[in-house]
């Protein structure tokens, strides 16, 4: 069975590395914030002090990090101690020119897959996320599988690229169902009762995730992800959206809450 380091214990990265346990595979794992970690070590996980630490031995290492710069970082600590074979598996919503940047640190000693996941904690907790894979991911599907169902989007950086637009798409939607609320409120229209339409139309499960509970989508972490997205196309209408999110997240009650807090932000500004 082969070893793996899981890098990067946050709301995401703790859940799925709790998939791991129990599959026969050596676990270690690694946390910026190392008490994070705490409930994973009696489950039968491994502490690593540091990222080199976790994967010098690992066949495969799992990233789950905050974004590009967080995923530079590990990667100084990281790519001298990889072992000729070792396969990374990039699961962070970095965007697909950090996979790149990665790609070209590596070279052909070390297969990189990106697998970055569709859906939140709760889909997390339960191994039920979507998992989109670049590159050739089919030594470790086996693995990539105990968090949920696999889809093979292309040649590497693909994964990386489509969760841009799936996020950028879904976070649009929240900040557009929060205008409209706020537009049925200027209306002078029952709270309630706009949100109960909209749900039953088509951005339904926009509707549902604006006033999701239970799970956590870090607003900073929207930031990030409308930044990339508008990094790499023009695209005026999530300049708009991008302008929300950061106001959202100027508010330190909001800024590290889910999303649906942000779009709370954003009907009653």
Same mark, same amino acid.
């Given at each position: 069975m082969e070893k793996i380091a899981f890098l990067g214990l946050g709301h995401m990265g703790a859940a799925m590395a709790r998939q791991l346990l129990g599959t026969g595979h050596p676990l270690t794992v690694w946390n910026r914030s190392p008490e994070k970690a705490g409930p994973l070590l009696t489950e039968g996980?491994?502490?690593?002090?540091?990222?080199?630490?976790?994967?010098?031995?690992?066949?495969?290492?799992?990233?789950?990090?905050?974004g590009p710069d967080a995923l530079d970082t590990v990667a100084d600590a990281i790519v001298p101690v990889l072992r000729p074979g070792t396969t990374w598996v990039e699961?962070?919503?970095?965007?697909?020119?950090?996979?790149?940047?990665l790609a070209e640190r590596l070279g052909d000693r070390v297969t990189l897959v990106d697998a970055p996941v569709m859906g939140s904690t709760d889909k997390a907790a339960t191994g039920e996320l979507g998992v989109l894979a670049g590159g050739d991911a089919s030594g470790v599907e086996h693995i990539l599988s105990r968090f949920g169902t696999v889809t093979r989007t292309g040649a590497l950086g693909s994964g990386a690229a489509l969760k841009l637009v799936v996020n950028a798409t879904v976070l649009g939607g929240v900040a557009l169902v929060a205008e409209g609320m706020r537009l049925g409120d200027a209306l002078g229209l029952d709270g309630e009762t706009v949100r109960g339409v909209l749900a039953r139309g088509p951005l339904g499960g926009a509707v549902g995730r604006a006033f999701a509970e239970g799970v956590h989508f870090d607003t900073?972490? +929207?930031?990030? =992800?409308? %930044?990339? *997205?508008?990094?790499?196309?023009?695209?005026? $209408?999530?300049?708009?959206?991008?302008?929300?999110?950061?106001? +959202?997240?100027? =508010?330190? %009650?909001? *800024?590290?809450?889910?999303?649906?807090?942000? $779009?709370?932000?954003?009907?009653n500004a």
């Open positions: 996980a491994a502490l690593a002090a540091s990222p080199g630490e976790a994967a010098r031995d690992a066949d495969v290492v799992i990233t789950m990090l905050s699961m962070s919503t970095v965007g697909p020119e950090a996979v790149g940047r900073t972490l +929207a930031v990030k =992800d409308v %930044e990339l *997205a508008v990094g790499a196309a023009e695209l005026p $209408a999530l300049e708009a959206v991008l302008a929300h999110y950061r106001r +959202a997240a100027e =508010d330190p %009650e909001v *800024a590290h809450a889910d999303i649906a807090r942000a $779009a709370g932000h954003i009907r």
